[in-house]
């Protein structure tokens, strides 16, 4: 599904001449019911009103006709300006799969960065740019070889103010936090630093008392 198309469907204002209800935009299912074949669509409009006079009347009609229950929805494709009935074996058909607009631009606007970040790792070094390599190894949606490539990279951008963001990260993959956790070790030896093993506040090595909670290291 391409996102982009999407958001822009998704945007689009249309209404059920029936009702008058705005419909909703819904990912298509992956077959039609009359041929077995796809809509030819990722996203179908959709009326959703459970009081619109189309869904309310066709369920007698159904069942004086072929003595089973469902009813029809009033349906729209991308692009067409007239829409048609579509069966429905429920009320509850096509409600879980309403495309929700403001997930899909944040899911759209973490895409961009990785893309955009990714393409960076290449000067942040040079730079001094920390943030490419940090929020890539801080995403866990983004592409696992890039992540550990940016976790190395951490060492030679040399600057401390990834650790706090990293030790407060939930990692989903236990292999980026592995490979965080060794770059926050050779970043901290790098700096003739240390973490306190009971405040986690950043010390000198050499340090027998940690200036921050007092307690022997």
């Given at each position: ?123 942040c070094v ?29 060492v030679d ?61």
């Amino acid at each position: 599904m391409d996102i982009d198309r999407c958001i822009q469907l998704a945007s689009e204002v249309h209404h059920c001449p029936h009702c008058g209800t705005r419909l909703s935009c819904c990912e298509a299912p992956p077959f039609h019911i009359g041929d077995g074949l796809g809509w030819g669509s990722d996203v179908l409009f959709i009326c959703l009103n459970d009081e619109c006079s189309l869904f309310a009347r066709s369920w007698e009609e159904f069942e004086e006709r072929y003595g089973h229950s469902a009813s029809c929805r009033y349906m729209l494709l991308p692009g067409e300006k007239t829409g048609q009935a579509m069966m429905v074996g429920s009320a509850q058909a096509f409600t879980g799969s309403i495309i929700d607009i403001e997930g899909m631009k944040k899911q759209n606007q973490r895409y961009h960065n990785e893309v955009r970040f990714t393409k960076e790792l290449d000067t942040c070094v040079a730079d001094k740019n920390l943030q490419p390599a940090l929020c890539l190894v801080l995403d866990n949606c983004a592409d696992l070889p890039t992540r550990n490539r940016a976790c190395e990279l951490l060492v030679d951008l040399n600057n401390l103010e990834c650790i706090d963001p990293i030790r407060n990260h939930k990692f989903v993959h236990s292999e980026i936090e592995m490979a965080a956790n060794i770059a926050i070790k050779q970043l901290l030896e790098k700096n003739h630093l240390k973490e306190c093993p009971y405040c986690m506040e950043i010390i000198k090595a050499q340090a027998k008392v940690c200036k921050h909670c007092g307690k022997e290291v």
